[in-house]
């Protein structure tokens, strides 16, 4: 007699509606309110200029604080992936991380500016931002369930976009309603409750839009009992894993390596953006702002119309089309010290950013089964983090060696071109592999 399991899994694939696939999107959404407001422009200059005594020791415990924090990703994220995949309950992670992520930023209310309490601002932004990559292994892994072959581009770029506009929104809350001229919401000014509240906004930003995908998201097909399962066996299947990787799916491990060194520079670029703005060209404060809200709101707008052009022409084209475009525009900025072309050629690098990112998820997913896809998007994430030091390093080596600030984006550069090097021999497949969890899309 048959396993009910295997009729389970023998059973037609069930029709995804539109609203899963809505709120996907809408989780990228509601994350981004980290990534933009508490990670990037706001909370983590409020850690390191109002609450740390010395901008210099706040930078410093901070950027030790992420260290730690990539150091703990890099570890954990392909071992949970490959135990989601096999306890066959990614929802339910996915439903821990973010509440976790969610549970951090909430707490970073009580971040008082004091020095004292320095340290357990940065730990807690370090542990929201572990929580929420550990979150987005989950998450990327529903890409599979909720698309097909010919929608991957789409639907990723989809999200994509919409979570550049969330980050946007949420920023433009935050500077008029909590920052600037104190906030129109009125709140208190004494021990900056209003700066401290934006935690709470970028909290409940992300319950929000972040629930719907909590309750609406495909379930995962039973599986047969293959015996109980831990972290530790987690890592030996790992460790096995890289090893068929080697010896039977080179062109997956070959992508692994390209992506892990065009995303770092990816990462790079938005990460001194702001730095470079004020340093190299003298933006003021606001100036910087309103040309990382430009830079957001051009992103998503980009990476939504990529998405098609990566159903029609494949990952591929438009990760070599964009990786080349922004070394060339790059060069533009390093030999000007313009700033009306740094606003043109950065804002057109904004725009091929989200693209190579989408495209790469997209990529990732046509050579993934359902069932490896948690696996597959944690080593993802690892090797993304393996040599997160390189780009940082660079630019820094570099500004240091010639005393230009604008110097440094050549560190950047060299990192996207070596990237863009390693991808080019790669050829990915056309469909992507046999699986029978892959769905297809109601109208």
Known sequence: MTSPHLDARARPPQPVPPKVVRAW?????????????????????????AVASDPTRGAA?????????G?????????????????RNSRLLLAITTAATIACMALLWFTRPEDTFLVYGAVLVAAAGLFSELAGVFYNAILLRISTPATYGRISGFAWGLGYLGGVLALVITLFGFVLDDG????????MANMRAIA????????????????????????????????????????????????????LLHFFVA????????????????????????????????????ANLIAGVSTWLAGRAD???????????CLVAMVALGSVIAASGAPLVFWICGMAIAALVGPVQSASRSALARMSTAEQAGENFGLYATSGRAISFLAPALYTTLVRATDNPRMGILGILAVLLAGLLVFLPLRLPRTTPASPTTPHLTD
């Open 259 to 294: 992506a892990a060194v065009y995303r770092d520079g990816l990462s790079a670029v938005f990460a001194f953006a702001g730095v470079l703005a004020a340093s190299a060209y003298g933006f003021s404060t606001e100036e910087v702002i309103y040309f990382g809200l430009a």
């Open 61 to 69: 415990v901070f950027s030790n604080a992420q260290a730690w924090a």
């Open 184 to 191: 129109l919401l009125g709140l208190p000014t004494e021990n």
């Open 200 to 251: 709470l906004l970028c909290a409940g930003w992300f319950l929000v839009f972040g629930l719907p995908l909590l309750v609406l998201a495909p379930k995962d097909l039973p599986r047969e009992d293959e015996g109980r399962f831990n972290l530790a066996m987690a890592y030996g299947e790992l460790a096995r894993r890289v090893a068929h990787l080697w010896r039977n799916e080179r062109r």
């Open 71 to 87: 150091l703990v990703m890099a570890l954990l994220a392909p071992a949970l992936g490959s135990w989601g995949d096999r306890v």
């Open 25 to 49: 999107g809408l989780w990228d959404f509601g994350q981004q309110a980290f990534n933009t407001v508490i990670l990037t422009f706001v909370f983590s200059v409020y850690l390191t200029d």
């Open 311 to 321: 159903d029609r022409f494949g990952p591929r084209a438009v990760i070599i089309t």
